[in-house]
């Protein structure tokens, strides 16, 4: 009997393989699911790769991400796995959903909304880091200016004889 799995993503994932484009399915994951339910899944495929019996010769080996772009970089590490399983004719266990609204669409007008969204994301994260680094150089400008402000008002004093 085949083993069943609960993960939304990964059903997702094995109900669309081969019928949705890959850069359609990455923009779908990127776009609907948070950051924990994509580490969920990828830990959940690598620990099933991980177990199999006999062992696979390059697999590829769990990367943990950090920082900016995290959620792509594990959502790309884990179709990169099923890719890799799939060419390989891994027989995978069903992976089921118990939450149907957990399962996105994939119409291929809903392809332009999750690259949209994506999209959106990547830029207010581009917007954060650029209004830091504006604030970074706004206070180290403001402090040297305010200090010639001074240095000049005191020359321009002693030249005037004030």
Known sequence: MTELILNELLCFVQNN????????????INGFYDEAEVLSAKDILFGFADGLDPKIDNLPRYKTRKG???KKSDSDD??????????NAVS?????????NKLPSVKP??????T???TVS???????????QLKLVQSAVSQP????????????RTMMGR
Do not use: M
């Open 109 to 114: 007008e809903d392809a332009d909304v999750y």
């Open 78 to 87: 884990l179709l990169a796995l099923y890719v890799f399983l799939d060419k």
């Open 68 to 70: 900016d772009g995290k």
């Open 116 to 118: 949209l969204t994506s």
């Open 17 to 28: 393989f081969g019928a949705v484009p890959l850069g359609n399915l990455a923009c779908a």
């Open 122 to 132: 990547t830029l207010r994260q581009q917007v954060h880091q650029i209004v830091d």
């Open 145 to 156: 200016v305010q200090s010639s402000r001074v240095t000049l008002d005191l020359r321009y």
């Open 92 to 100: 995978l266990p069903t992976f089921v959903a118990a939450k149907l």
